[in-house]
Nanobody, 124 residues
Framework: QVQLVESGGGLVQAGGSLRLSCAASGRTFSSYAMGWFRQAPGKEREFVAGISRDGGSTVYADSVKGRFSISRDNAKNAVYLQMNSLKPEDTAAYYC?????????????????WGQGTQVAVSS
């Protein structure tokens, strides 16, 4: 079992930045790939970014590429999402997730454990 707790959300103006954190506890954090997803009201949960177990590989949704950056610190059992140049369409609840199986995934069904989410609101 893995427990995940997100933090760092809030209200920011368009063009601003936020850094989300996800603290993991339970099993061996460094054994798992991690991902960030988001879900806006009335929309499906969508992939934002993913990072491999050792942090050597990352993948991004086209909508955030060049603006967002995912990283991890295995010594601290944490994964981060640095979000720059935020846009109103980035407004959503953001979730971190653990993928137990090997490799990276882009679908919610590729991930096995989820946090409760942290809300991000970007004003125009």
């Amino acid at each position: 079992q893995v427990q995940l707790v997100e933090s760092g959300g809030g209200l920011v103006q368009a063009g601003g930045s936020l850094r989300l954190s996800c603290a993991a506890s339970g099993r061996t954090f460094s054994s798992y790939a991690m991902g960030w997803f988001r879900q806006a009201p009335g929309k499906e949960r969508e992939f934002v970014a993913g990072i491999s177990r050792d942090g050597g590989s990352t993948v991004y949704a086209d909508s955030v590429k060049g603006r967002f950056s995912i990283s991890r610190d295995n010594a601290k059992n944490a994964v981060y999402l640095q979000m720059n140049s935020l846009k109103p369409e980035d407004t959503a609840a953001y979730y971190c997730a653990v993928r137990v199986r090997y490799g990276l995934g882009r679908r919610p069904s590729d991930y096995d454990y989820w946090g409760q989410g942290t809300q991000v609101a970007v004003s125009s």
